[in-house]
């Protein structure tokens, strides 16, 4: 049998309020249908890219040098789909904590080897 810990008084200092209400926002972000929750996903990766500038251009020079026969174009579609992927992993992350079985039995799909 799993020990899980007790919770601690000390998670509810002002130091974590900010992390606190990002778990909630998540938590209500995933309550919306799944399709909107993927178009999300996706908009946030594509966000973090544009905050992100330092780790795009990380991004772009690691393809660059991997992938040398590909056009700007490609590498550049590369980028942008690594960060959406990024985005939706946030929002399949919230789904496994708050989502039931039931909601998510529906997407599991299993492959033979």
């Excluded at 995933?30 to 990380?58: C, D, H, T």
């Amino acid at each position: 049998m799993t020990h899980l810990p007790k919770f601690s008084p000390a998670l509810l200092h002002p130091r974590y309020w900010l992390l606190w209400l990002g778990i909630g926002l998540l938590w209500l972000v995933v309550q919306l249908p799944y399709p909107l929750i993927y178009r999300l996903g996706n908009a946030i990766g594509r966000l973090a890219m544009r905050f992100m500038k330092r780790r795009a251009k990380i991004a772009y020079r690691n393809l660059e040098l991997c992938f040398p026969e590909k056009s700007e174009q490609e590498r550049h579609r590369m980028v942008v789909m690594n960060f959406e992927s990024v985005g939706m992993g946030l929002m399949e992350t919230g789904m496994a904590w708050f989502w039931p079985v039931r909601r998510y039995r529906p997407l599991d799909r299993h492959h033979r080897l």
